[in-house]
């Protein structure tokens, strides 16, 4: 056990001056890989400020509930009732009185509603559901239909749809964004690790010749693809950081002038180590591959 | 030791580099390997050296068949032989101590622990005061040694090497066939190859002679 971790520990400091040696092949992978990986994750992040955008805009969204006009006023009770059990502080009840004098009230629409013969308003309930999704929204409206006397329970939620959709379109992109992005990654990986497997070739042979195992040689290229990956990965985090910094002021003038108290989020803390920690993933198993093909073409001994 | 029967090696493209020899090296011995070139030592010595496989024939090395050998173990096989290789292949871009080291890190020994045996190996062959040196700056007989105390370090119980005394001057060959002789005495099972027969240690046991992979008495 000992001897498993200090050979660990060796290989990683290999693998550690291995990247420190060569500087400037190092700056330009780690920039091809920080780079690479801040597209997939600037997309996520972007999504996610949108979707909480959509968050603050689900606050006006309502579901109102219209009873019938010759409902008696004990089924209204029984249906207002209904509703505090379910739904307490979620709702107001506009009788029909009220909507009344607020039409009257209205520019333009106050002689029309002056001029009728009677209120042909019905009571109605504006449900204002805390948090919901367009979902959730649809199956309580069904529900509430169900409720007695009510006649009507309409959602306007159509922009509400598109809004997901769209949401779910940009997570869809990103996530093949990402897919896309890792695949290079790995292909990257696998392509300086096996440049540096070529050109250790020499010492790889020797190694073998004297009684190395193969894991033991493909242990410093692997911790230099996890460490290159994981460096990416920490590069990606960075970036995303800066250019966050760089929007963020726009964005918040941006959203003063439509009176918003919109705030553009960084990632956060989670999301930021899951770049490095994605990176050594990806760059360990693109040099694993790397390495046992490279070893498996370098094989002395025929089996 | 070492017990080959009936050892034929075909290399890829058919052409028989040994043909049904068959050989049984005791401990302890001393053995030199002659032949010309091309009659199938480094051949030879590859096979005992788990490098290459025989095409037939059983080989059994410390009492291991090589034939039945996994891959896996083939490492840890290697580990109890010393070789010297024909070619050296001596790691240039590491110092003279790193290259002795190298088989100690194989096995995973402590830097310290590693570092005393690596310069006690130096020592014996007298290239301790250049530890330090890049294996290029070496003279022919001083790499060779240095490729001795590198096949060494691990305290193999048989040590092989392929004409280690070619390309030397008189006075270079006599010191390297001394340091085998040495190892030799304190127990370790000895085979070596030359394509020309040099002033053969009286100490030797054995003289083996190749021709065109088969074994000439
Ligand atoms: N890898 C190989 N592939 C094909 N032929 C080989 C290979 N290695 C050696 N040979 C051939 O096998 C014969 C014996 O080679 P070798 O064992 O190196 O002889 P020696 O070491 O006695 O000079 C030579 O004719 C050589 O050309
Ligand atoms: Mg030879």
């Not at chain 2, 068959?22 to 490098?51: D, P, Q, V, W």
Request: with cysteine; hydrophobic share 50%; charged share 20%.
């Amino acid at each position: 056990m000992k001897t498993w971790l200090r050979q660990h520990r060796v290989a990683f400091s290999r693998a550690l001056v291995r990247l420190w040696r060569a500087p400037l092949n190092t700056l330009l992978s780690l920039l091809v890989i920080g780079v690479a990986m801040t597209l997939p994750a600037a997309g996520d992040l972007f999504l996610e400020n949108v979707q909480s955008l959509g968050k603050n805009a689900h606050q006006g969204q309502q579901l109102s509930l219209f009873m019938d006009i010759e409902a008696p006023a004990d089924v209204t009770r029984e249906t207002r009732k209904r509703l505090a059990e379910r739904l307490p502080g979620q709702w107001r009840f506009v009788s029909r009185q009220e909507a009344l004098e607020q039409m009257q009230s209205s520019d333009g629409m106050a002689e029309i509603f002056a001029s009728l013969p009677h209120n042909p308003l019905p009571d109605a309930f504006i449900i204002e559901p805390a948090q919901a999704t367009p979902e959730d929204l649809e199956r309580m409206r069904a529900d509430l239909a169900q409720l007695p006397g009510v006649a009507h329970a309409q959602l306007d939620s159509a922009w509400i749809e598109r809004f997901h959709a769209f949401l779910a379109l940009g997570r869809r992109i990103v996530d093949l964004l990402a897919l896309v992005f890792a695949a290079g990654l790995i292909a990257v990986t696998f392509n300086t690790i096996r440049l540096q497997v070529l050109a250790q070739a020499d010492e790889i042979e020797v190694a073998r010749f004297i009684g190395a195992t193969d894991a033991f040689i493909r242990r410093p290229f692997c911790y230099s693809g996890i460490l290159q990956g994981g460096l990416g990965g920490l590069m990606a985090g960075i970036l995303l950081m800066a250019g966050v910094s760089l929007l963020e002021e726009s964005a918040a003038r941006l959203s003063a002038l439509y009176g918003s108290h919109f705030v553009l989020k960084g990632p956060s803390l989670a999301r930021f180590l899951l770049l490095p920690a994605v990176g050594a993933a990806l760059g360990w198993l693109g040099a694993q591959l790397s390495v046992s093909l490279a070893l498996r073409q370098m094989e002395t001994t025929p089996q | 030791m070492i017990v080959g029967d009936h050892l034929t090696k075909r290399y890829p493209g058919g052409f028989e580099a040994l043909r049904d020899l068959s050989l049984e090296i005791a401990r302890g011995e001393m053995i030199f390997l002659i032949g010309h070139s091309g009659a199938g030592k480094t051949t030879l010595l590859k096979l005992i050296g788990a490098i290459e496989r025989p095409t037939s024939g059983s080989l059994v090395v410390n009492g291991q068949n090589l034939f039945a050998l996994r891959k896996k173990a083939l490492p840890y096989l290697r580990r109890n032989l010393g070789q010297v290789f024909q070619d050296q292949k001596l790691l240039f871009d590491r110092s003279v101590l790193e290259n002795v080291l190298l088989p100690l890190d194989i096995i995973g020994l402590p830097l310290r622990e590693a570092q005393r045996r690596a310069r006690a190996a130096l020592d014996k062959v007298g290239l301790l005061e250049r530890e330090k040196a890049r294996p290029i700056t070496l003279s022919g007989g001083e790499q060779q040694r240095l490729a001795i105390a590198r096949a060494v370090v691990n305290r193999p119980a048989i040590l092989l090497a392929d004409e280690p005394t070619a390309n030397l001057d008189l006075k270079a060959a006599r010191q390297v066939l001394d340091l085998f002789v040495a190892f030799n005495r304190v127990g370790v099972t000895v085979l070596i190859s030359t394509h020309e027969p040099p002033e053969i240690p009286e100490h030797t046991t054995r003289c083996v002679i190749l021709d065109h992979g088969r074994l000439a008495s």
